[in-house]
């Protein structure tokens, strides 16, 4: 035992070489989740249903919940510490645990990746101030909101100016939107790919969005390539924007000075 325990305080995933008795002693178990959560599916299932172990599997790895019994991935305190830890551990959490506000929010707000929301359920992707705090941590989220909230500006804006290339995932009204666009191009100027024909034909929009990423002015309109100012803000940017300019200003001194 004394060997193995050695181990396991130095590597929790050597507990998958031991016997089965000492995959069943607590105190060997316990090292090892503690040392890394990802060793839980080594312990003995007897132990898998020990709460005291998998409340200390979860929280080195949120993870860890998938291998916990059934009944541990509907006990809150462990689902709650496992969402804290990596938000999507909501994946393996029980269909009344993500549908419970307190759990999802500490999920989203973890948010390494934006996916937590995805496996919320259908009434909380609806539920405003939930969505809102998961496009500020990330704004990926923003594709799993309900079609409504897609539709919410305030929402929609929160996104953006966390990521501007989730402008994709709002409603195709709010893609048409000039100020959702505006603010999106500032955040990311390549997002310009993604705005209407009227607003790559817009002034301000295309500067918004070269200033941010020179190149992004190739998704312009031909007018506004073949505007001076326009072209001068894209090349200062990114010099790599040139190739996107009118012929015309191609042969202009003061593009090819910057350029």
């Known amino acids: 035992k004394e060997v193995v325990l050695a181990a396991v305080r130095q590597n929790g995933n050597a507990l998958a070489y031991a016997n089965n008795k000492l995959k069943s002693d607590k105190d060997t178990a316990m090292a090892a989740v503690q ?11 007897k132990l898998r249903q020990d709460k005291e172990v998998v409340l200390a599997a979860v929280q ?6 998938y291998h916990a019994s059934s ?6 305190e462990i689902v709650l510490t496992a969402a804290q ?30 996916h937590a929301l995805h496996y919320a359920s ?12 998961a496009v500020q941590k990330n704004a990926n989220a923003l594709q799993y909101a309900s079609e409504k909230l897609t539709q919410n500006k305030e929402v929609v804006l929160a996104a953006v100016r966390n990521d501007g290339s989730t402008v994709r995932y709002a409603s195709k009204a ?4 000039r100020h959702v666009v505006l603010e999106a191009v500032q955040n990311s100027g390549s997002t310009l790919i993604y705005a209407p024909k009227t607003l790559r034909s817009d002034k301000d929009v295309v500067l918004a969005a070269v200033k941010n990423r020179g190149v992004a002015l190739q998704f312009a309109s031909s007018d506004l390539q073949a505007d001076k100012e326009v072209a001068l803000q894209a090349v200062q940017q990114n010099k790599n924007a040139f190739r996107y300019i009118s012929n015309e200003l191609k042969a202009d001194k003061d593009v090819l000075f910057c350029h």
């Open 35 to 45: 040392q890394n959560g990802t060793a839980l599916p080594y312990v003995s299932k």
């Open 60 to 65: 080195n790895n949120g993870h860890s919940l």
């Open 71 to 76: 009944k541990l991935q509907s006990d809150k």
């Open 85 to 114: 830890n990596n938000g999507n551990a909501l994946l393996y959490a029980s269909s009344e645990l993500r549908s419970d506000k307190e759990v999802v929010m500490a999920a989203v707000q973890e948010g390494k990746c934006g």
């Open 122 to 133: 259908r009434e909380l992707k609806s539920y405003r101030e939930l969505v809102l705090a």
């Open 174 to 177: 709010l893609q048409l939107d």
